[in-house]
């Protein structure tokens, strides 16, 4: 089975400043990794997604992530924090097969920006 | 954009009572699943359906859950005699393929 591994439950930074999210996986061959989003009481938002086409993914909101193979990782990162992303993130691997595209979450980082 | 849409967005129960939680999927979607989230833990995965069956579900899928595609555009999750510990987020999806679209999601509190 394949599963994801956020090192960080939490992430503060100051607003203008990068945001690094990591994200490692584990899986037997070439996975399916997507960025979701979730404000505070809203539903679970796609940031961005790779499938196996170019290793640096561009997403919503200035977001992008880099898949990087050798080292297992699927870092979330952004040049310039804005207090609106200010939410929880989380790293998501498909399992797929048979008859459904299961996804199973990462436990989540909080990311706070602060003024 | 087409989007999940979930119903209630809060709903409060008894102990031992059951409930229907609501969801429309994309109409040209495929595949439709439930997941939950426990306050302050990782969202997890419930079940699966595809052509009208339940093609995976987990541990935590037990005979309380059902579900059901009653017509061409709802997918509802019935929890038979609720528990204090099923008080959670439970979030819909739908997807063609590999990108899932969550629905807003449906606080159930059961007291």
């Known amino acids: 089975a394949q599963s994801v591994t956020q090192l960080d439950s939490h992430v503060s930074v100051s607003e203008g400043t990068p945001v690094l999210l990591r994200c490692n996986y584990s899986?037997?061959?070439?996975?399916?990794l997507f960025w979701y989003v979730q404000h505070p009481n809203k539903g679970l938002q796609l940031l961005l997604k790779?499938?196996?086409?170019?290793?640096l993914v561009k997403g919503i909101n200035g977001f992008e992530a880099e898949f990087k193979k050798s080292e297992t990782s699927f870092h979330l990162t952004k040049p310039s924090a804005h207090m609106s992303d200010a939410a929880e993130y989380f790293c998501?691997?498909?399992?797929?097969?048979?008859?459904?595209?299961?996804?199973?979450f990462g436990k989540g980082t909080l990311l706070t920006v602060n003024p | 954009e087409p989007e999940v849409t979930q119903t209630p967005s809060h709903q409060v129960t008894q102990m031992g009572q059951e409930v229907i939680l609501r969801c429309v999927p994309i109409?040209?979607?495929?595949?439709f699943y439930w997941y939950r989230q426990i306050l302050g833990q990782k969202v997890e995965f419930l079940v699966s359906?595809?052509?009208?069956?339940?093609?995976?579900k987990s541990e935590i899928f037990d005979d309380q859950f059902s579900v059901e595609r009653p017509d061409g555009s709802n997918f509802t999750l019935k929890i038979r005699s609720t528990k204090l510990e099923d008080s959670a987020m439970y979030f819909c999806?739908?997807?063609?393929?590999?990108?899932?679209?969550f629905g807003q999601g449906t606080r159930l509190t059961v007291v």
């Open positions: 999806a739908s997807s063609q393929t590999t990108e899932a679209f």
């Open positions: 899986s037997s061959y070439s996975p399916s």
């Open positions: 790779y499938t196996s086409a170019a290793t």
């Open positions: 998501v691997v498909i399992n797929s097969g048979g008859s459904n595209y299961k996804l199973t």
């Open positions: 109409s040209n979607h495929l595949y």
């Open positions: 359906f595809y052509n009208n069956e339940i093609s995976e």
